[in-house]
């Protein structure tokens, strides 16, 4: 088979992609919905690369998805009404630093992503991936028409950890908090 195929919908994140809303090791319920791994992918603006891959999988994943888009209706609504994954950070998390001069994508699937390391090695130990590491994503946009909710959506494939970065979330790692002798800290 050649490996000449490049599916439309799928992308793959730079390596300045920060991860947030980390919840990649056990599924979660939202809402009381069924359980699945997810991320939130903070895109900083100034990646246009990225930017512009999302935008394209985004217009594929439309058109691919035409018929499920149009249901029993008599048309397909347009690109530009629908609900899509592609979302500026200042305008809809203007309180959150982490969000700012970024894009965010927020990506799940009821499948365990896989994970590995910047060399593309498997990560075992959790502590590794947390909200605030940056790295790339391997993510597929598609079509969706559920309870008259109608839109594209973006799945979660797998995710590279390129580099550690500051936590999100406030929580502080074990690794940082006893980095100092215990005398050091004492009455200090």
Do not use: H
């Amino acid at each position: 088979m050649s490996n000449t195929y490049t599916n439309p919908t799928k992308v793959i994140t730079g390596v300045n992609t920060r991860w947030s809303y980390a919840n990649v090791w056990d599924a979660k319920s939202i809402n009381g919905g069924t359980p699945k791994f997810s991320v939130s992918l903070i895109i900083p603006k100034d990646d246009t690369v990225t930017v512009n891959k999302i935008k394209a999988a985004i217009q594929s994943a439309y058109e691919e998805g035409q018929s499920k888009l149009k249901g029993s209706g008599k048309t397909v609504p347009a690109l530009s009404i629908l609900k899509t994954p592609l979302r500026d950070g200042d305008l809809e998390r203007p309180d959150d630093e982490a969000y700012a001069g970024c894009y965010f994508v927020n990506a799940n699937s009821a499948s365990a992503p896989g994970i590995v390391d910047a060399d593309r090695q498997p990560i075992i130990d959790r502590s590794e991936v947390y909200s605030g590491v940056y790295g790339r994503a391997s993510i597929n946009f598609y079509a969706f028409n559920s309870n008259g909710n109608k839109g594209i959506a973006c799945g979660l494939n797998n995710l590279q950890k390129m580099k550690d970065g500051e936590p999100l979330g406030g929580k502080s790692r074990a690794e940082d908090d006893f980095a100092t002798d215990a005398d050091e800290d004492f009455l200090g």
